[in-house]
């Protein structure tokens, strides 16, 4: 895998990340509203500015993923997921004031021992 191709997909990984919390925080913000003064939860999700804008870093992170899968093999692509869901769970916790427990952690810890199983795999 080239220098640029791993950039390319960990761009992929964070802008995607990103964007999952972006969402998640405009959804509380949205749900919240909703809560207060009625309505349409659809409606008010469509004008928080945090879920429109999480939309978009999503929709970025789609061309980027779709352009990584034309040029990394799926096998090695896919793993690398698994640090998004890493990245979740850490800016949950951080960001979001999310609890997150042992488990948590522990499992995360086991999702980040076998992406580098995976990596250090293909580089021999």
């Known amino acids: 895998m080239t220098l640029s191709s791993l950039l390319l997909l960990l761009f992929a990984v964070f802008s995607s990340a990103g964007g999952q919390i972006m969402l998640k925080h405009g959804m509380r ?15 008010r999700a469509a004008t928080t500015p945090w879920v429109v804008v999480g939309l978009a870093v999503f929709a970025v992170s789609a061309l980027a993923w779709m352009t990584t899968l034309a040029r990394v093999p799926l096998s090695i692509a896919y793993p690398f997921n698994a640090l998004g869901y890493l990245l979740i769970v850490l800016a949950g916790s951080i960001l979001l004031d999310e609890r997150t427990s042992v ?22």
Do not use: D, I, P, Y
Not at 29 to 43: I, K, N, P
């Open 29 to 43: 913000t949205a749900a919240a509203a909703v809560e207060r003064g009625g309505g349409s939860l659809a409606a």
């Open 103 to 124: 488990w948590t952690w522990a499992g995360s810890l086991l999702v980040v021992v076998g992406l580098v199983t995976v990596f250090a795999g293909q580089r021999n």
